[in-house]
């Protein structure tokens, strides 16, 4: 019996490193491409300006109206994608996007610019969920965590890379495309050539993988079917939405995570057009500018989450974090271009690593039997800072030329938010 049981657990182990070393890069990679088609409006602004006719208002309503998309079918998304299955699921979220980021690059007024990307976040809804539920089918529940974690390691690659890379591209001049189209046009394109590659390398299964030996493919199916019937045993009738937003510990998670991705949502819209302001630049320093809070930032994050992971206090870091995001978003408006953008690049450090140092805490609090159901309730209702941040600045620099009342907001939110969170309970109702 102890024989066989080693055996087993040594097959699982083979079996789980195999498949982390299969899907995690290429998740990975999507994840990269999936940020790069959703924020590259944002080093493109001037050129949507002067060849579509845009206005700041209309340039910060598109850059808003992905997320409106993305909500609204984001539960439609997931319903199918339990239909039709994760990696058929996938490649059709991923190839669809990749052809509507293309598309963009055609758009010629601001109706289709509007329409274009509402139909980027309709076609991306579901994506991060189909991973998830990727992990689920493959992955023991031990290791699901590591992998998210490394999952959304993309988006802080992303960050770096989308504004050295869109800056190069936007010198290109593909098949008679200004700069800005052939950005636009190259990087969907990444995600199309991305989904089909994902639809060859993916299996729905591990009994349809042939890169695992049988006993592998048995070792792992048997452990997730074991826990999945644990799980069932244990489950209750799932709350709704409108029995959950009755819990004022879970409107508090939403206020306060709402208030995070807000400042992270403004600086990715409108850095680079705070950068462009700092001299006669090119597109390409333009990025490699707009890459340098976010690099900094993962700095951030790594020491907050170390310092939080031995001092504890979940609450005081995230207000730390927030105070620090506060304090860079204020500094931001007091002197000119130059400054703004050191400031914000301080601003970064405490805006990125309080989204990350948020998570433990309603995690904490949740009943295990519902917690990805809330988690997926506050990401989708946070992100709809996404839309907000982007449609305020818009109309604020129409209206008075600058954006400094919308950092004086976001200076403002931060601070409640940071106040708000020594509210929260990290433990669940006694």
């Known amino acids: 019996m102890q024989e066989f049981a080693a055996d087993h657990a040594g097959h699982l182990s083979d079996a789980v490193t195999k498949v982390k070393r299969r899907i995690l890069p290429l998740f990975i990679l ?53 239909k039709f299955g994760a990696r058929v699921w996938l490649t059709r979220i991923t190839i669809s996007w990749g052809v509507v980021a293309s598309l963009m690059a055609f758009a010629r007024n601001e109706n289709e610019f509007y329409f274009l990307r509402f139909a980027l976040g309709a076609a991306e809804a579901g994506f991060f969920p189909g991973v998830i539920y990727y992990f689920t089918r493959w992955l023991p529940s031990a290791e699901r965590g590591k992998a998210i974690a490394l999952f959304l390691s993309g988006s802080a690659i992303a960050s770096i890379l989308s504004g050295p890379l ?54 792992l199916e048997t452990t997730i079917e074991a826990e999945q019937r644990e799980r069932e045993a244990n489950q209750t009738e799932r709350p709704g939405i409108f029995r959950l937003l009755r819990d004022p510990q ?10 995070i991705q807000l400042t992270i949502y403004a600086a990715t819209f409108w850095l680079p057009n705070i950068i462009r302001k700092m001299g006669d630049l090119t597109d390409l320093q333009v990025g490699f500018l707009n890459s340098v809070p976010w690099t900094i930032s993962i700095l951030g994050m ?32 007091t002197g000119g271009p130059v400054f703004a953008f050191v400031a914000i690049c301080f601003a970064a450090l405490g805006f990125k690593s309080a989204s990350s140092l948020f998570w433990p805490i309603p995690q904490g609090y949740l009943d295990v039997r519902i917690a990805a159901a809330v988690i997926a309730l506050i990401n989708s209702l946070g992100n709809l800072g996404g839309f907000v941040a982007p449609t305020v600045f818009g109309h604020l620099e129409k209206a008075t030329g600058s954006v400094q009342f919308g950092l004086y907001g976001l200076a403002i939110s931060s601070i409640l938010a940071a106040g708000l969170v020594f509210l929260a309970r990290t433990k669940p109702k006694a």
């Open 302 to 333: 790594y020491l907050a989450a170390a310092g939080a992971a031995r001092w504890k206090r979940p609450q005081l870091w995230v207000a730390g974090a927030l105070v620090i995001a506060a304090t860079g978003m204020f500094l931001s408006t």
């Open 166 to 219: 869109s800056g190069a591209l936007m010198k290109t001049s593909l098949l008679g495309l200004k700069g800005w189209q052939s950005t636009l046009f190259v990087e969907g394109l990444f995600s199309v050539v991305i989904g089909v590659g994902a639809w060859f390398w993916l299996d729905s299964l591990p009994r349809d993988a042939r890169w695992l030996s049988e006993q592998e493919k048995k070792a």
């Open 250 to 259: 879970i409107i508090l998670f939403c206020v306060v995570y709402f208030a």
């Open 30 to 82: 999507m994840f990269i491409v999936n940020y790069l088609d959703r924020v590259n409006v944002g080093f493109i602004q001037q050129h949507l300006k002067t060849d579509l006719g845009l206005d700041s208002a209309a340039y910060g309503l598109g850059a808003g109206l992905f997320f409106i998309g993305y909500a609204i079918f984001e539960v439609p998304s997931n319903i199918l994608l339990q």
